[in-house]
């Protein structure tokens, strides 16, 4: 509606009258004098005149009362078209006012009269007669706290010092309760001295907006105290990289205070000069990927020192998905590494410890066979170290008895129990016959369990307490004579003397349960086990309490070991018979419980800091579709949470996989027995095949049965155990090839000695036997036959020899023994020349290579197996053969012109002569390589 229209109106009826009065004047007036003008100008006569006065009056009065008649008729018509379109403005108004739900009010300042709408009033919950049309009906329900405020605002208004009337107020409702309003009105009319007459405003209700900022507020301080205790850095960038938060957590860390780092590029304050530019590179394809990355960088602190940190680096994006910064979660694990060095360190340590622990130690596998025994065991058991190994725990050597010295089933042994119950046992006591006589032994047993929870063996303790045990008894006998009323309570209790607070008297459960010995607690006073900030509340108590009863509950008690218990205490004055004030008390330990409640509180925080930043990705899957999953379940499958959010957990199972999980996962949901853990291949967004490690379980999320899931990625692990299984096929194969290549040497052997070897002693033989006949039949023979029997006997001899250094030879050079590597590998390039009738060339360092005679033999067998390949495979028509010293290491190159292979085609091929070389290499613990392409020759490449 125009705020306008009603002093429109207002001075349309009051200038209305006006304009009637003038035009009848003007036109009573022409009407008059044109009459007179015309009546003189055609008569003269007096009764002529007379008539025509008459009638001219008459005629005057009928012309002026058709003009006053249209006139009137035309202004009522505009009076009640106007007034109609006011109406109708009015409803509009009125329309849109309450339709928004806002209450009116409309204020006559000089009565002090408001109209209140009728939404006005059920705003406050009254009808529409509740409230009366006063002032006094709105200011007497205004908060005492808002009242002063909300009328000094009126009245700046009202007097011109404000502009406009808006301002925030609670209302006094039906009920008694406050609502918050928005009250607004304007000025609509002002008397003529410029006084403001009447107001008219509007009442919103603001309740819930108020409550919802409230919230917000406190939500927001809730998350900046969050951000403050996080037990790990927070830091938050602006787009440029430059520092906005950083949590006292990072503080810590880097040494910055907060107001050091503001607006500060976080690469250039914590990073490493010559590391800046690469952190730099890092931010930009971090934004890129828009996805959590982690990173373990080396920084600066601010005192200069280097450590080494964890990131987890987020970008952030606005509500329109345009970048807006980064939010980076560190952590300092120097420490962590320094730790895991120093448990390596342990570990050598342990060995040591159980090699000379007066406590004796002995694993034996799930075989009931002894693996490991140190020296105490061994002379506990009066036996050594090489009779106890290997042998079975059941042994008849090592009979076990009970302590009363009955002889024990295989069933009652330390070994069995362990293996049939999988639980450990603590202190076990077992009779045990010696060359030194029966013992008394106190056996503990651990059982050692695999990753997959399979019974792997036992671990035992064993300790002589023989002299400790005959003591015992003796003891035993004696307390049962002292024992009193409370000392046989299951729950700690003692009694103390009030003035001195000292313990004058505590059972076995104090003991046992406080870690105190009983003379310990005698010389103790109560305040002893109170931690020490409590200590001057309990002297108050025990001074101030004198109630014969008291009760305290959640007091804290600190046990011998330095461990803080909650505990329940019941005293109880007494007199005690020595005389004196006394007190017995009775502690109930309720620790534990106190503890669930506290756990109970922490957990949904640590489930949240252990599934956004563990290696592993944690899921929860119910019905068709992914409703948790953590960050890292992004990294491993590739795909966003919103993707994996919109998939069927299907999608990215390898199909030669999905039958097999499908029917473990509603096996599972129907509460059949199926394994908790098994592997199988996923598929990425990018089509990579992953292995995975899954473990699963059904619970309840949001009251519906669903799947929570936990998967690592072993691909890693099964390329490895692939290789590995390629690695000991290949080795089996090239033993069944050397145990062949042997057979076929001895063969080799066997056969020229018998073609060779053997012919020419039966040749010998032969000439001999011709000798020896001549000297018989003739006594005396001609002496040229025998010289010349005896020169075909000597070139026989000298053949004989020759064979049998070409097949010693053959076994091993006699050159590699008496004149050592390099020389050896001369003769052999040289035979090689010779042989195979190919261009081979020997290069070799002048200086001395020493090396022990395995090693030498290794290298000559290596170069003679690949001087044989080039003959026979690679038709080469030049070899070059290089033994060079290189500082402590010897360098081995034969390289070929020859035809080459394909290194990849190889693969898989029953190559027994490069196995062979590779095999002989890794024995003496060099490396070897071998480089080859079709076409441009083969380079075969030892180092030592």
Request: proline share 3%; hydrophobic share 35%; net charge negative.
């Amino acid at each position: 509606m125009d705020n306008n229209s009603p002093a429109k109106f207002t001075n349309f009826l009051k200038k209305r009258p006006l304009k009637i009065a003038l035009i009848y004047f003007l036109v009573s007036s022409a009407f008059t004098v044109i009459s007179i003008l015309l009546t003189f100008d055609i008569e003269t006569d007096p009764d002529t005149l007379k008539i025509a006065a008459i009638t001219q009056a008459v005629a005057y009065i009928l012309l002026t009362a058709l003009i006053l008649y249209y006139l009137l008729q035309y202004d009522t018509k505009q009076i009640l078209q106007q007034n109609e379109e006011l109406i109708e403005q009015e409803k509009r108004w009125n329309y849109a006012f309450e339709g928004a739900g806002d209450g009116v009010w409309d204020w006559n300042i000089k009565t002090n009269e408001v109209f209140f709408s009728k939404n006005w009033k059920t705003m406050l919950g009254y009808s529409e007669d509740e409230i009366e049309h006063d002032y006094l009906e709105w200011e007497s329900r205004l908060h005492p706290e808002d009242k002063e405020i909300v009328l000094k605002k009126l009245k700046d208004y009202l007097e011109g010092r404000s502009d406009i009337y808006s301002v925030e107020s609670r209302l006094r409702t039906k009920d008694g309760s406050y609502k918050w309003i928005l009250d607004r009105g304007k000025i609509f009319e002002w008397d003529k001295d410029g006084k403001p007459l009447r107001m008219i405003g509007t009442h919103t209700d603001i309740s819930e907006f108020k409550k919802l900022k409230e919230e917000k507020e406190y939500l927001l301080s809730q998350l900046q105290l969050e951000f403050e205790r996080m037990p790990i850095g927070m830091i938050i960038l602006n787009p440029d990289f430059t520092i906005k938060e950083w949590n006292p957590t990072a503080e810590k860390i880097f040494s910055y205070k907060k107001e050091e780092t503001t607006n500060k590029k976080i690469h250039e304050l914590i990073t490493p000069p010559e590391m800046r530019s690469e952190i730099a590179r890092h931010f930009r394809e971090l934004i890129k990927k828009k996805e959590t990355q982690k990173s373990t960088e080396q920084n600066i602190t601010k005192d200069g020192r280097l450590i080494l940190c964890e990131w987890y680096d987020t970008p952030l994006y606005d509500s329109k998905g345009e970048y807006n910064g980064l939010m980076s979660m560190v952590i300092d694990v120097t420490e962590i590494k320094r730790k895991e060095e120093e448990v390596v360190r342990n570990r050598e340590l342990l060995n040591q410890i159980l090699e000379t622990s007066p406590v004796g130690i002995i694993s034996v596998n799930q075989n009931g066979i002894i693996t490991f025994a140190n020296e105490a065991a061994q002379t506990i058991l009066s036996a050594n170290k090489d009779n106890l190994v290997n042998k079975n725990c059941h042994s008849d050597e090592l009979t076990f008895y009970t302590a009363e010295g009955e002889k024990l089933e295989d069933s009652a042994l330390p070994f069995n129990i362990v293996k049939t119950s999988g639980a450990a046992i603590r202190n076990n006591l077992y009779g045990y016959k010696s060359a030194e006589g029966f013992k008394i032994l106190s056996v503990n047993s651990t059982p050692l369990k695999s990753p997959d929870n399979e019974f792997e063996g036992v671990v035992c303790t064993v300790e002589d307490i023989t002299e400790r045990y005959k003591i015992e008894n003796a003891l035993k006998e004696s307390e049962k004579k002292f024992r009193i009323l409370f000392i046989d309570n299951p729950h700690p209790m003692w009694i103390y003397d009030v003035e001195t607070m000292k313990f004058v008297e505590v059972n076995d459960s104090a003991v046992y349960h406080y870690g105190y010995s009983r003379e310990e607690f005698l010389n103790m006073t109560i305040a002893d086990i109170r931690p020490i900030e409590d200590v001057p509340y309990l002297i108050r108590s025990v001074r101030e309490d004198t109630e014969p009863t008291q009760r305290h509950r959640g007091w804290r008690h600190r046990k011998k070991d330095g461990t803080i218990i909650y505990v329940e205490i019941s005293s109880h004055a007494l007199p005690y018979t020595l005389g004196g004030n006394y007190r017995l008390v009775m502690s109930i330990d309720i620790t534990d419980q106190y503890l669930a409640e506290k756990a109970l509180q922490e957990n949904e925080e640590k489930f949240r800091i252990l599934t956004e930043t563990t290696s592993s990705a944690i899921f929860i899957y119910q019905g068709k579709k992914f409703v948790y999953l953590n960050p890292y379940t992004e990294i491993m499958t590739g795909y966003s949470k919103e993707e994996l959010m919109g998939m069927e957990i299907w999608d990215i199972i390898h199909p030669d996989f999905r039958n097999e999980v499908m029917k473990t996962g509603i096996a599972r949901l129907k509460g059949d027995s199926v394994p908790g853990r098994y592997s199988f291949k996923i598929i990425t967004k990018d089509g990579s095949e992953r292995w995975i490690d899954f473990s699963a379980g059904t619970i309840t999320f949001k009251n519906k049965p669903a799947v929570i899931g936990t998967a690592f990625d072993i691909t890693e692990m099964k390329n490895a155990e692939a290789s590995l299984n390629e690695s000991r096929e290949r080795y089996r194969q090239l033993v069944l090839h050397m145990q062949t290549l042997r057979e076929s040497e001895r063969a080799a052997i066997a056969r020229e000695m018998h073609d060779e070897l053997g012919q020419l002693l039966t040749s010998l033989k032969m000439n001999l036997s011709i000798i020896k006949k001549d000297i018989n039949e003739k006594q005396i023979m001609d002496m040229s036959t025998v010289v010349s029997e005896l020169d075909s006997m000597s070139e026989l001899i000298d053949r004989a020899v020759k064979g049998v250094r070409k097949m010693i030879t053959e076994l091993r050079p006699e050159v590699l023994d008496k004149l050592g590597l390099v020389p050896a590998v001369e003769w052999l390039v040289e035979n090689f020349k010779k042989t195979s009738k190919i261009d081979c060339s020997y290069k070799y360092s002048h200086e001395s290579i020493q090396l022990d005679s395995e090693k030498e033999l290794v290298i000559f067998r290596i170069i003679q197996e690949a001087l044989t390949n080039i003959g026979r495979h690679s038709k080469a028509t030049k070899v070059t053969v290089s033994l060079i010293k290189e500082g402590n290491s010897v360098r081995l190159t034969i390289k070929d012109n020859g035809i080459g292979f394909d290194n990849k085609a190889l693969r898989g091929k029953k190559t027994f002569g490069l196995m062979g070389m590779q095999e002989r290499a890794a024995s003496i613990g060099a490396s070897f390589e071998i480089e080859s392409k079709k076409g441009e020759g083969t380079v075969i490449t030892l180092k030592l």
